[in-house]
């Protein structure tokens, strides 16, 4: 593969190239963009978060109401909630034929960026809906049980909102996420509703029968004062409430991209090799809409 000037086609890639390719991959991978992605060194290791005690503000009350100025609070430490993680490996195998390559000016640049685009595919589903306890040999089982995903994290941590089997629609299963969200998550300015792209679609059929709850301002999307973003492969039926920033995906420093000749084919060979996780922050301020009816 003739190279030029740029990011390096096969290899263990350089701290330079390897932000580059993680930079390329957020961009094409919609969830990274809601979630908080770090770039991380150790393969395990702990991401620091912080928290803080309420009520530490004192003020000064003028001088004719006789209080005077107010003791200051109690000096304390910021409280760590640090995330733990340990990051598993990702392999992806692909063949680049040849008129790919030549219609590209073989250039390692938008190669790269062609792979990050496959792989952003795969984090994109196994983000959300990784499983470690799926079974299977399919193409789909085998990505699922790598790790366990958003889905599947605030699921096993009940942070799951009940609804009856009277809630036919995705505008009563909204109602029921929302009410039965905390005032913490439903106050938090950050806190948006991730809806699978199916259910947007009912949404929208929702809307053009009349529904008033719903409303689009400035080309966006809102439901009860909360702007709903549609967001590739999550489940239908499982609406997420919530800050998505509450979950932390690490993803190793470390990138191998390997390019070989593979004349059978008439292309390359190309296989990536990278490290990921992900991880619930402690507290998260995220509600799901339980799997079944109650």
């Not at 803080?52 to 200051?72: D, E, I, M, N, P």
């Not at 809630?167 to 950050?190: C, F, H, R, W």
């Not at 999307?221 to 239908?236: K, T």
């Amino acid at each position: 593969m003739p190279m030029k000037e740029g990011l390096k086609p096969t290899g263990l890639l350089s701290p330079k190239s390897t932000d580059k390719f993680l930079d390329l991959v957020i961009l094409n991978t919609p969830i990274l963009q809601a979630v908080t992605p770090a770039k991380v060194s150790e393969a395990v290791a702990t991401y620091p978060t912080v928290a803080a005690a309420l009520y530490k503000t004192r003020g000064f009350t003028t001088a004719h109401s006789g209080a005077g100025r107010q003791g200051v609070a109690t000096l304390t430490n910021l409280t760590g909630t640090d995330v733990s993680y340990s990051l598993k490996e990702l392999v992806l195998a692909l063949v680049i034929q040849d008129s790919y390559v030549e219609d590209m000016d073989t250039d390692p640049e938008k190669i790269a960026e062609l792979i990050a685009k496959v792989y952003a595919k795969d984090l994109q589903y196994l983000i959300i809906n990784g499983d470690v306890t799926e079974t299977g040999t399919t193409d789909q089982l085998t990505v699922r049980k790598i790790l366990n995903g958003i889905v599947k994290q605030l699921t096993d941590n009940s942070l799951t909102c009940p609804w009856a089997a009277g809630d036919t629609t995705i505008i009563k299963k909204l109602g029921k996420l929302v009410a039965g969200a905390p005032d913490d998550v439903i106050a938090n300015p950050n806190t948006k509703i991730f809806l699978a792209p199916t259910d947007y679609t009912l949404l929208w059929d929702d809307v053009m029968t009349n529904n008033k709850t719903v409303a689009i301002r400035d080309g966006r999307v809102w439901f009860r004062g909360l702007e709903i973003i549609d967001q590739p492969l999550l489940p239908a039926n499982r609406p997420i409430v919530g800050d998505m920033t509450n979950f932390l995906v690490p993803m190793g420093r470390e990138i191998m991209i390997e390019a070989q000749r593979y004349p059978e084919a008439r292309g390359f060979k190309c296989v990536l090799s990278s490290r990921i996780d992900v991880n619930q922050y402690p507290n998260a301020n995220l509600r799901i809409l339980a799997a079944t009816a109650t």
